[in-house]
């Protein structure tokens, strides 16, 4: 077991597009479990689109990542030590503690996992945060009716694929849209969405217009930019967008103007943004949902694993350029018979 | 009795703001009411912002007026011919027939007002489709809670002297937004808001920092443009837009850019649009809820009246410029005893 933890703090603010010099990775001392702590030493890292807004100036609905901070994620882990006797050395956990190898946190702030339930990843993924968002999403705001048609952006990313596959089996026609052709046939093939667009391939509209002949019912929003302005405009008469994220805007540094809102009144609109982090009393009642359909294969997912926390920060400014290829994971941990 | 009918018709179609060379006025011969009709005097017409669209060419929810045709319009009128045995002469309807004198209809199309209920032009406006449309846009959206802050735009206008006297009954703080010193009075003085900003009186961002400095929880919004913008950016986490018009951009000939979705992401807005015409089944509801209140004195209306249909595309541009002051309504009976 390496005797020193390593750490991702954020370095400064970025302006625009992240890079790789706004962070700085540093060792740190192995932290001591105090009373009521657990030491955990990570297997896998979150990298997440949200987490731009963390490290961005602006006012949002969480307090931003400071500076010279440990960069903030989710992260399965393991016990290596417990000073609360709710967890074991050995138990497989699950909370939010930051871009670093190891952390000494409050058992309270963690949740046990059982790896028999499903692969100790798909906490990060398919079974966790991402999942849990296209889940409310979809059952709070767009309630995709049997016959209707749903739009899905980012549909290989981690909220898009749960969220198309859920919408599909709603009874719905659901049409992805994704960035480049190796995505939008893993849609397609592997997800089973109706379709899928790859808005890189030319006329976003036209295509819509040819593929989604009778509009769009509900609209999946998890892009923005150049996505959202093909897509508003098709929305049917009763139509939801989802507001569940924006991120081809999110290194803009001034605001992009939006569509006008007369279209919502006209067409009666349900424009809803949410967060879920406002949502994990739902947390239970997903995964009792939704693990079985993982372990049975009916609820698809990919991972798009890095090998190491130092390469964290090139990752993640993958994600917000789109190269990345199912739910981001880094691996922490260079012992493969660990939580596999 | 005047024995030949008078109509506007529709002569074309306008570009940006009507002239009244866009309309036509008409005599036409005394319409005969067939078996099943009724021959109906009309004696107020309703002129409203939504009829803006109706003239255009644009695809809206509803079919647009052909070149040539009556306007389309809301009157109270009384009947002086009837071969419906539901209705006699000398009593008083309601109905959408439009822009005329005289008009020959269904007697199915008809609703039979009691002038003892409330005084007649009522039911074109505080008792009408105005007042049932602030009441929807409170009741579906907007949902006031006791201490938010709801902000009304054209607060002296038909719907939003309604909703913002409605919002205050909920328990709201309630701000009215209108252009002019004497309607920001009347809103503050006579319909019991709590605060009406002139939206003519300099840098309206500044003043509503100033009344609403815990944000804006409601937006009933009935204006667009200039008005929009200042509002959007200060709605607070979790807060409601009322998608009722946007009458300041009716007239735009290129929609207008609007605001970035990202902060119904980061806030969870709702915004919702609605037409009125889709909730005419809550008609029943809002007049035995709102009639007596309107008999007591405490909902509070006032009516902008114009004599003769001549006048009638003159007054209607000022409505969508903001002249009127009160219901815009237009007395097509020129006999004082009937109906006042």
């Known amino acids: 077991m390496a005797n020193q933890n390593r750490q991702v703090l954020l370095k400064r603010r970025p302006a625009g597009m992240p890079t790789t010099a706004d962070f700085e990775i540093v060792d740190a001392p192995l932290p001591e479990a105090g009373e ?4 955990v030493r990570g297997i896998y890292l979150s990298l997440d689109p949200y987490m731009r807004g963390r490290i961005s100036g602006a006012r949002s609905y969480a307090k931003p990542v400071a500076i010279g901070a440990v960069m903030e994620g989710r992260v399965v882990g393991e016990v290596v030590k417990s000073r609360d006797p709710a967890f074991g050395e050995g138990d497989y956990v699950f909370g939010g503690y930051g871009w670093q190898l190891f952390s000494a946190i409050p058992g309270k702030g963690l949740l046990k996992l059982d790896p028999e339930d ?11 945060m991402p999942g849990l968002t296209a889940y409310v999403g979809l059952s709070n705001i767009g309630q995709p009716q049997s016959g209707e ?19 599909k089996r709603s009874g719905a026609r659901v049409v992805g849209i994704a960035g480049g052709a190796d995505k939008c046939r893993y849609v397609e093939a592997e997800l089973g969405l109706d379709a899928c667009i790859d808005h890189r391939a030319g006329d976003l509209g036209a295509a819509l217009d040819r593929i989604c002949p009778n509009g769009v019912d509900v609209y999946f929003e998890n892009v923005g930019g150049a996505v959202q302005q093909a897509v508003f405009p098709r929305l049917n008469d009763f139509g939801r967008m989802i507001m569940c ?9 001034e605001p992009r103007p939006g569509p006008n809102l007369m279209a919502a009144v006209r067409k009666r609109l349900k424009i809803h943004g949410f967060i879920v982090g406002d949502q994990w009393h739902r947390w239970d009642e997903y995964r009792t949902m939704a693990a079985p359909l993982v372990r049975g294969g009916a609820l698809k997912y ?37 939580g596999r």
Do not use: C, H, W
């Open 36 to 39: 009521g702590e657990v030491l």
């Open 118 to 128: 499903a692969p100790l990843s798909t906490a990060l993924g398919v079974l966790g």
């Open 149 to 167: 048609t749903v739009v899905v952006s980012a549909a290989s990313g981690a909220v898009g694929a749960v969220a198309g596959q859920l919408a």
């Open 245 to 253: 994220g924006m991120v081809a805007e999110y290194n803009d540094v």
């Open 302 to 338: 990919r991972e798009d694993i890095v090998e190491g926390l130092d390469v964290a920060p090139a990752a993640f400014i993958g994600l917000l350029q789109g190269r990345n290829f199912g739910k981001l994971l880094v691996r922490l941990d260079d012992d493969p018979t660990r």
